[in-house]
């Protein structure tokens, strides 16, 4: 969810902003997502051009990106977002559970992704999860598609020898785990740890690895030889 405002009274509804070339798809997601009272879109976007100067002026918390839209794409628009600093957590929308523009997405900094046939249920979940920063949605694609690309994927952090060597035993064990593509919820169940624990550990990681989000984890994870891709 959103963090809440410095006053200290409730936060307001997750703001949504919708990137895709097609008004259909648009006004379809818009339906479902305005039918919610903690979600609200604030902005649609038609390509990727649209898309990046919205971001910037809207300042919405979860995008929805089609990947594959006329004049500026979706992966150039998302490197933009993400070069200006935009806090902006983006899920791709794709047609294919694994294929290169997914990769190519994950790489330019997107979080996540999920198809464009995804049920009014699990859309409106995926855009609270990841707002929240506490998961990947839909884990086991997630692990697929690294597992194929692993061995191109660019270096997710700076970090130093030092910074991993700082982590303590149960921040490896969370590292780990986030790779097999657990969500805090399940962590904490494997751990015997509460949930608010988990998502402490996994901060920590975030911060300590210099890491923007749980992908990047899942990519230094197998960088680190935490995880192994499976073999075909």
Do not use: W
Not at 194 to 214: I, N, Y
């Amino acid at each position: 969810m959103t963090a809440p405002p410095p006053d200290g009274s409730e936060p307001g509804p997750i703001k949504v902003l919708l990137a895709d070339d097609q008004a259909l798809v648009r006004s379809g997601f818009r339906m479902i997502i305005d039918g919610k009272p903690d979600l609200e879109v604030v902005g649609e976007a038609a390509d990727g051009e649209e898309a990046a100067v919205l971001a910037a002026g809207l300042r919405p918390d979860v995008i929805l990106m089609d990947v594959r839209m006329p004049h500026v794409d979706g992966i150039a628009a998302i490197e933009r977002i993400v070069a200006s600093g935009n806090p902006a957590r983006i899920i791709v929308l794709t047609t294919y559970d694994v294929d290169d523009a997914v990769f190519a997405a994950l790489r330019a900094g997107a979080c996540a992704f999920m198809l464009k046939d995804v049920r009014p249920a699990e859309l409106v979940e995926g855009i609270r999860v990841v707002a929240g920063g506490d998961a990947l949605l839909a884990p086991t694609v997630t692990r697929r598609l690294l597992d194929r690309f692993v061995q191109v994927l660019p270096a997710p952090s700076e970090a130093t020898p030092d910074e991993v060597a700082a982590l303590t035993q149960r921040e490896y064990e969370v590292l780990r785990l986030i790779a097999l593509a657990l969500n805090n919820a399940e962590i904490a169940d494997r751990l015997g740890l509460t949930e608010a624990t988990v998502k402490a550990h996994v901060s920590a990681v975030l911060r300590k690895l210099k890491l923007r989000d749980r992908v990047q984890a899942v990519v230094l994870a197998y960088d680190l030889g935490l995880v192994r891709p499976r073999q075909n």
